[in-house]
């Protein structure tokens, strides 16, 4: 495959950002939308092979196809804008303000939600048939997934708040490589391959998705899961969401950005 070199792509980390900052609202928009509806259809994927053959590993190892599908299409999940934008408001690029960037979170997030939460409605219809009877096997197995990445960290308090963290730090380190991986290539082989190592150790690994739990919880809630709204909202997304920011950037992009592109002092031979 064709490989760029780090102070390449990081180069282009940076172009992206900028780029995404002053995209149309409406373009955000749709690009978030299609994007937390296909992350949202990999997920149901992933759960529906782990069901089928009674190995989660499987469905790990076959849940980054969403992720390749979406970035391959151009599309955006927060937990990569988290990455990019910042970096251009970092590098000084003529026009950047953290407002553009925050704006864009937000356009972002609310496009990704929408997404998911129509995914997980059409998904709940096809597993109830149209909410006449009970789930089906998936559709148990999602409902209680919302119980137990909710109420499951609840009952540890502060411990299960700070476990949550950490798994969102965790889980966006290596989404953003998934990321940044999308453009270290320039053939769709190089970047499929590049996407799927890290996509696939976060999922095999369970760590704390903000955009797959807008669709697992909502999800879980109209199939039945004994857990509520505030309880998604407190004990997961929340700390998901902030989790994934201070995951990517600090692990990815700024780590990728201050070794590549705005190197230290090279020492001098003695």
Known sequence: MSYLAPSEFVTKMIDAGESKIFMATRDTLIRAFMAGAILALAAVFAVAVTVQTGYPIIGAILFPVGFCMLYLL??????GVF???????????????????????????LGNFAGALTVAVLMAIVFTYGFSTEPDKVGKVISHIGEGRTLGYAKYGAAGMLTLFVRGVLCNWMVSTGVVGAMISTTVGGKVIAMWMPIMLFFGM??????????LFPSGM????????MDYIIWNEIPTVLGNLVGGLTFTGLTLYTTHIRTGAKRVAK
């Open 74 to 79: 151009g599309f955006d999940l927060l937990t």
């Open 83 to 109: 990455v990019l934008t910042p970096l251009a408001l970092i590098d000084k690029r003529p026009g950047v303000t953290i407002g553009g960037v925050l704006k864009n979170w937000g356009l972002v997030f």
């Open 206 to 215: 369970a760590f704390e998705h903000s955009v797959v739990n807008m669709f």
């Open 222 to 229: 109209m199939m039945g899961g004994a857990f509520s709204i």
